[in-house]
């Protein structure tokens, strides 16, 4: 059974950090592009960060390459997204997704599998 498990979001102040958490099981994690993407509400799903599956490169929304940073532990099976610097228009659901593709793909439709999210808020 596939599964990818967020975790770590929270209520963080304005200015403070979060690490999110990524777990995956029941495929091969290795062999995936590994995204985090992010919804707020009444907006569409984004994307946040990619990082291909051996990890030796990433990219990141335009927006916010200088206060996220993803990575992977393909020893753990775990994608990472360490959030600096955070503000109130980072609030949403932070959501994993794992591709198949051989290259980092931005469309949502072009991920094979999708965690449940997980609710960062940012607020003072």
């Known amino acids: 059974q596939v599964q990818l498990v967020e975790s770590g979001g929270g209520l963080v102040q304005p200015g403070g950090s979060l690490r999110l958490s990524c777990a995956a099981s029941g495929f091969s994690f290795s062999s995936y592009e590994m995204s985090w993407y992010r919804q707020a509400p009444g907006k569409e799903r984004e994307l946040v960060a990619g990082?291909?599956?051996?990890?030796?490169?990433?990219n990141y929304a335009n927006s916010l390459k200088d206060r996220f940073i993803i990575s992977r532990d393909n020893a753990k099976n775990t994608v990472y997204l360490q959030m600096h610097s955070l503000k109130p228009e980072d609030t949403a659901v932070y959501y994993c997704a794992a591709s198949k593709r051989i290259y980092l793909p931005a469309a949502t439709g072009e991920y094979d599998y999708w965690g449940q999210g997980t609710q960062v808020t940012v607020s003072s």
């Open positions: 990082i291909t599956r051996t990890g030796g490169s990433t």
